[in-house]
């Protein structure tokens, strides 16, 4: 049975995965300063996005989501192990996207994937300190790009 300071690191760490998907969505890049440590360690390799620490990745968000017609970052079933200040967890995300296209329509696509985080707890509240993605399948998506995942 868990405590109740494990059910409330629980909940903690269940808002912060929560705190990113809404920032990321609505493109508010500050509030991401709430979900990583300033020395999170980012890789997005697997879907072609770069690697590295939270000042960097932060930028290339700002810069690089916008040209999407829409995101949603859905994420469910989220296991996570706790170890005292520390915690892993890995998170199921469905991410429907629009890209606009040359000739001014949109390509729908999905992203299916796993977020595979560890945490701290901080002084200001638990955050990420390590994310990487796993895929698990996208839907129409360019060849091209499909072709780089493989």
């Known amino acids: 049975m868990m405590t109740l300071q494990q059910l409330s690191d629980r909940r903690e760490i269940d808002d912060v995965l929560i705190a990113y998907c809404h920032a990321i969505d609505s493109h508010r890049w500050d509030e ?9 360690f980012i890789d997005y390799t697997v879907f072609g996005g770069p690697k590295g620490h939270y000042p960097q990745i932060k930028q290339f968000l700002a810069e690089a989501l916008p040209s999407f017609a829409y995101a949603q970052h859905n994420i469910a079933t989220s296991r ?8 892993a967890g ?10 606009r296209e040359a000739d ?6 999905v992203y299916a ?13 638990w955050r990420i300190t390590n994310r990487r993605e796993e895929i698990s399948h996208t839907l129409n998506v360019p060849e091209r ?3 780089a995942q493989a």
Not at 32 to 40: E, I, K, N, Q, S
Not at 80 to 87: E, Q, V
Not at 113 to 124: G, S
Request: glycine content about 10%; hydrophobic content about 40%; proline content about 6%.
């Open 113 to 125: 994937l796993w977020y595979v985080d560890e945490l701290a707890r901080t002084p200001a509240g």
């Open 90 to 99: 890995r998170t199921i995300c469905t991410n429907p996207v629009g890209v």
């Open 145 to 147: 790009e499909a072709a």
């Open 104 to 109: 001014g329509g949109i390509r729908h696509m």
């Open 80 to 87: 996570i192990t706790l170890n005292g200040d520390r915690a």
């Open 32 to 40: 991401l300063d709430d979900v990583f440590t300033p020395d999170a």
